[in-house]
Each structure stands twice: as C-alpha cells, then as structure tokens.
C-alpha cells in the first residue's frame, strides 16, 4: 500500500534508504559515496546524505549501491518459456530464429502459454534488476492474447509498455484494429499508471509501405509510440526506411530496433527526426543481423538504448548488454587505432554505458518523466546492489563496478513506484514453485503441438 489513513488525513507511505551509496544518474542531484533516499507514496521525495523522516520504514543500504532500476527497451516477452531453446541458431534460414520461434513454436502458442511465458520473462527482469520493460508482444494470434499477455504484466508489478504486435506467421486476423483500439481503450485510457501502451509495427521490410504507413496512421491516432525492427539483416539493405522519411512519416514518437543494416541516409533521418534507438548487441553479432551500429549512432549524437530481445538465444539481464556494447565501441576505435587512424571519436566511459541502460531505455520507452534516474519527483523504481560479495569487494570505482564487475548475483533489492517486487535476494509476491510448474507444462504443450524437439545434447 502506498496510502494509510490517520483519522481523515490520507498519509503517503514513507520509506527511507540509509547509507548507501547512491547513484542518482542526475548530474543536478549529484552521486554520493554515502547518501539516503526518502521515498513518499509511489515517488522519490528526497536524495541526499544525512537524512530524516518520521514514521519512515528505515532500510539500511550500507554496503549496497543505491541507483535506478535498468530500463530494457525491446523484449519479446511471451518466449519466456523457450529460454535457451536456440542458442546456436541465427536469425534467418531454414534453421533460424524467423522459421523455429515464430514460424513454428508460435503458431500454437494459446493465451495461456502467453500468459506464463511473460510471468517467467518479467519474474526474470525483475530478478535481474529491470523496474521498467518494454514487452514487444508479437503473439497477438487472437483478442485473448492480449488479455493474457496484460494480466501478466498487472500481476508482475513491473512498470512495462505492452508493445502490442502484429503475428509474423500469418496475416493479421480481419478484426485486429478493431482488437487494437479494444486494447487500448480498455487497459490504458490513462497514461498515468504502471502500464503504457505503444504499438510493434512490422515495419517496411517486413510488410508493404501502404500497410506500414496504416499502423503507423494507427499508432499516431491511438497517441502511441510506436516501436519497430529496422536495418534487420538481409531485408535491412532494402533502404524501405529511407522511404518512409522521404514520405514524411518518421517522427520523435518512434524507438528502432538494430538498425545494424541500415544505410547512413537512413540513420541521419532517425536522429534528425528525434527517433530514439533500441541495440541489442549480443543477438545483433551473433544472430547475423549485422554489425550493431552504435558508433555510427554517437557519431551524430545519439546515445542507443540497450535490450535483450529474446531469451531463446540470449542472457536476460542489462548487465551483459552494457559491457557487450561498450567492449564492441571499444574494439573498434582500438582497431582503427591500432592501424594508425587519427582523429578518432571519443571511448565510451563506464558512465556513458550505464546511462544507456536507465536513462536513455526510460527516454525510448517515452518514459524519462517518470523514471530512469533517482531524481525527486520522479516515480520510485529503485535498486539495491550488494557490495559486499566476493565478485565485487572491495568497491574502488562504484559506477565501474556496477557496469563491469557485477551480475544478477548482486540484486539484493528492487522497487518499483516504491513498492518492494525483491528484498534481500528474494522474489515478493510470486509463488516460484508454482511458476516453475507451470512453465514446463506450457513449455510441454508448446512442444508436443508444434513437433519441434529440444537440442541433443
């Protein structure tokens, strides 16, 4: 609860988090080898060292790195139940992702399957310390979908953005606008709340311009941001993005996903017209979409947004993300140095990186009012990391640490609008065994119905 009543006076709930060091990621607020945050109702009240409240639930944060939750820009939740299944596989052929995940595993999935195969997903996020996600849902096969898919992301307490998406396996069904609005109407009339609503289009190398061009008129009707794969592989040397900017459609409200084969007309346009960037680093080099093209984004000033994309072949936490994006920026500019390149653009530093996994996740999920740096008045999605286990300790560089030296291990706590989803390692408000069983019987239907066998090993 975030109120209590005290005769007729409705009072915010008070949390404090003592001692920490706090990594507020505001450069107005400030960092603190020692400093607490005073949490009031669902948002951040106060930042600072040496502070008090009455009637506060105290946390004592000493040996703990206080900061924002990580922010993931681009996941398709629903294969939370197909962890691991396609480690080796690339993205396209008779044997990559596009044939096996959507064209073969998801065709059978039912609502329910959706439903347990985003709880696994968000329970993970929330594990890894995510507070906030962007679900990019392209399960939608019928209007129960998405009533599965919203349930959970209610349920896990996350702040989220149900990207609603289109099903790759066939054409939509005749109703799907009319289940779009439906959607929108019903779960996200006010954009004041946990879940938001934006729209996963195809895009314009998957589906024909006009077709594009229609979700697009759709989103922008439904006042959603809209989230799209671009610059994906093969189909991403088409320059189909080009013609979509020289047709006036692209706009600040759009988050692309890759990139990695786009021209640089196709990238000046995204920048030039405030588009923000979602790279997913490790499916990006190791599923063939191509080289991710961070560099090529700094370049014109645009920071990227980091995402896992799909746990059927990758790890589902940011901090694997951040050092795979910054050792891929580093790699390169030493291999230019290193042939006697002159003039070369800046290194990312640890702070760089670590913003593009709070900050820069909450400006492409259109989010940044609300979350991804611990500044007061923003909403309390907060995380606790442990300083004192052995992969870490001693703690000389506290930013360095969390993008270099830390994992899932180090997640002792996560907040989300000031309620408490981890405490002191441990999962609230799930029942993990039940899940468990859960997952292996939906992931036991998926399999039987769809006649695809596990890996050999």
């Not at 209590?4 to 706090?22: A, Y």
């Not at 507020?24 to 080898?33: C, I, T």
């Not at 997640?411 to 309620?419: I, L, N, Q, R, T």
Request: proline share 4%; hydrophobic share 40%; with cysteine.
């Amino acid at each position: 609860m975030t109120e209590e009543k005290k005769g007729s006076k409705v009072t915010l709930k008070r949390t404090l988090i003592k001692n920490g060091c706090v990594l507020s990621l505001d450069k107005k607020v400030g960092n603190f080898h020692q400093a607490d945050v005073l949490i009031e109702g669902t948002k951040i009240a106060v930042v600072g060292p040496n502070l008090s409240a009455a009637d506060a639930e105290v946390i004592d944060a000493s040996d703990m790195i206080v900061m924002p939750g990580f922010v993931d820009t681009h996941r398709h939740v629903w294969e939370g139940i197909l962890r691991n299944i396609g480690t080796d596989i690339p993205l396209e052929g008779a044997e990559g992702y596009l044939s096996i995940i959507l064209k073969t595993l998801a065709p059978v999935y039912r609502p329910e399957d959706a439903y347990i195969g985003d709880l696994v997903g968000l329970y993970g996020a929330i594990d890894a310390g995510i507070t906030t996600i962007l679900d990019w849902s392209h399960i939608q096969a019928t209007r129960e979908h998405a009533d599965a898919v919203v349930r959970a992301l209610q349920e896990s307490g996350m702040r989220a953005v149900f990207a609603y998406g289109y099903p790759w396996w066939k054409d939509p069904d005749e109703h799907q606008e009319d289940w779009i609005r439906d959607v929108a109407k019903q779960y996200f009339a006010s954009k004041d709340q946990l879940l938001t609503f934006a729209l996963a289009v195809p895009g314009p190398e998957f589906v024909s311009f006009e077709k594009t061009k229609a979700h697009w008129q759709l989103a922008r009707e439904l006042e959603a941001r809209i989230t799209v794969h671009v610059g994906v592989g093969t189909a991403g040397k088409l320059c189909k993005l080009l013609e979509m900017g020289k047709a006036g459609l692209l706009e600040d409200d759009t988050t692309y996903i890759h990139c990695t084969t786009l021209s640089d007309e196709e990238i000046k346009m995204i920048v030039d017209t405030g588009g923000a960037v979602s790279l997913s680093s490790t499916s990006e080099m190791t599923m063939g979409y191509g080289m991710p093209p961070v560099q090529r984004f700094l370049n014109l000033g645009l920071r990227p947004s980091l995402s896992v994309d799909a746990e059927t072949n990758m790890p589902n936490d940011m901090f694997t993300q951040m050092r795979s994006v910054i050792s891929l920026q580093h790699g390169m500019l030493f291999d230019r140095k290193l042939a006697g390149k002159r003039n070369l653009p800046p290194f990312m530093n640890s702070r760089d990186v670590i913003e593009c996994a709070t900050i820069e996740g909450a400006r492409a999920n259109g989010l940044a009012h609300k979350t991804g740096t611990l500044t007061p008045g923003k909403e309390a999605d907060i995380i606790l990391l442990s300083t004192d286990r052995p992969n870490i300790l001693p703690v000389n560089d506290p930013i360095g640490a969390v993008v270099w030296g830390m994992d899932t291990s180090n997640v002792d706590s996560v907040f989300v609008a000031g309620k408490a989803l981890k405490r002191e390692g441990k999962l609230l408000n799930v029942d993990l065994d039940d899940l468990r069983r859960r997952a292996y019987e939906s992931r036991d239907y998926v399999l039987a119905k769809s006649g695809f066998k596990l890996p050999e090993i």
